[in-house]
């Protein structure tokens, strides 16, 4: 069983695999991959919702998908991402809210953001809510980023992101997502860092990586950023199988007697 505690061993050598999942059945599949560390994300809001972005995902939306997958998990770190507004307006505010998803069963949260949640960060952790900290392409704040663009080209900004990156592991942070910043500058802060950091189009030197389940299993297609890799293609195989449905019930040979009753 994974525990917060075993992040540590990933920073040298073996490579800690992230995977997001939403509910009980891929929690369970993730978990006969061998897979043990599940984000609850909030992803949720646009592979699930439907969404254009993460903004509009509430608490209780992440809540209720974070019990699903923290009661089916059984070997898994189970980490939920906390949506946006539930930690920005006050420290207070955050800590309640981190509060709420080990109540359901989560081991950790995550939330988005360097100096701005340092803060936060520090109040979880002395609270013992261990925290993952994201840097890069954060997107609860695509607004200001004017659409989902790889950050930390410009060696001012990549220096703010070390800087927030060390900012975050002194506040406690027992992780680091990395997501869509220049390969090498996933290095440095990997390489500065004791905690591990786990990228997500940032590059192949990352202790370990995260993706979006629906967009490794090939099964969301409407946006499909460079750095995903699609290990099946399960939207093809769920729309022939829809279609072949449709096609034998049409034709008269769905049900067949070896689907009917005597
Ligand atoms: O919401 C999410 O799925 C995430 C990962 C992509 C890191 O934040
Ligand atoms: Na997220």
């Given at each position: 069983m994974m525990k917060v505690p075993d992040l540590r061993r990933y920073k040298h050598g073996k490579r800690l695999i992230v995977v997001t999942a939403y509910d009980a059945l891929f929690a369970r599949i993730i978990e006969q991959a061998g897979i043990e560390t599940i984000l609850v994300g909030d992803s949720l809001g646009v592979v699930?919702?439907?969404?254009?972005?993460?903004?509009?995902?509430s608490m209780d939306e992440m809540l209720y998908h974070t019990k699903l997958v923290a009661g089916a998990a059984q070997q898994a770190l189970v980490v939920g991402d906390m949506p946006f507004m539930s930690y920005q307006a006050s420290r207070e505010d955050a800590l309640r809210n981190a509060g709420r998803f080990l109540q359901v069963g989560a081991h950790a949260v995550k939330l988005e953001g360097g100096s701005a949640v340092v803060d936060r960060v520090h109040d979880m952790t002395q609270t013992g809510i261990p925290v993952v900290g994201h840097l890069g392409?954060?997107?609860?704040s695509v607004n200001q980023y004017g659409g989902y663009k790889v950050q930390g080209k410009e060696a001012a900004q990549a220096e703010t992101m070390v800087q927030d990156a060390k900012a975050l592991e002194a506040a406690g942070a027992v992780a680091i997502v990395l997501e869509a910043m220049p390969a090498d500058l996933a290095k440095s802060i990997t390489d500065t860092l004791a905690i591990p950091t786990i990228g997500i189009g940032a590059?192949?030197?990352?202790?370990g990586q995260v993706l979006v389940l629906y967009d490794l299993l090939g099964l969301f297609d409407d946006f499909v950023p460079k750095f995903v890799k699609p290990y099946a293609h399960l939207k093809a195989d769920a729309l022939q199988a829809l279609r072949r449905y449709k096609e034998e019930v049409e034709q008269g040979k769905f049900p067949s007697d070896s689907e009917s009753y005597r």
């Open positions: 699930v919702q439907g969404k254009a972005n993460t903004l509009s995902v392409m954060t997107p609860q590059g192949p030197h990352c202790d």
